[in-house]
């Protein structure tokens, strides 16, 4: 992974850092590749008040979390895919070498959760609106996955949700958790 405070400015563009201080909307995996660093690098160049970095050790802890908030935005990002799929994170149990989500909601599967490095609350703008998610970084710097905050009819972000994600962020950057 590269250092993202020297992201290479140039005459056309400025630094990483800069840009994201500029303006912190897009698609992340774009910038970074725009700039040459893993996705995550890109989140780390956000400003502080968008990110709160969390260790990949509270992988289990997080998701458990996360069972109790409803029907969320889950998406898998890969170069030739951006996968959506709304419904609740059901319980997860260890078994074979992988987390395993089961249980009756569409979102399932089974995840490498010893991959799992970086954990980021990422509240930024996208598209002009507020975002509020949660991103699963492996050791390269790339999303495992993402976990999104649902919007209303209106496209407004769930106040219940809001909540629920600025409670589990606050007690991580509080180090309570």
Known sequence: MSDV???SPTAERPSLVERMAGNADGILEKIAAEYGVSTLDAVKALPEQFR???PGAA???IL??????GPVVFIVHTPDIVLECEGPIPPGTYGRGYFNLHGDSPIGGHIRAENCETIVFVARPFM??????????NGAGEA???VFVRRDDKRDLIAEQVALYNDLRKSYKNGSA
Not at 64 to 69: F, G, H, P
Not at 128 to 137: A, D, H, K, M
Request: net charge positive; proline share 0%.
């Open 5 to 7: 405070s020297t992201a």
């Open 52 to 54: 709160t970095i969390v």
């Open 59 to 61: 992988f289990e802890k």
């Open 64 to 69: 458990a979390a996360l069972v109790a908030w």
């Open 128 to 137: 002009g609106r507020e975002s509020l998610s949660l991103q699963f970084f």
């Open 144 to 146: 495992m996955f993402k």
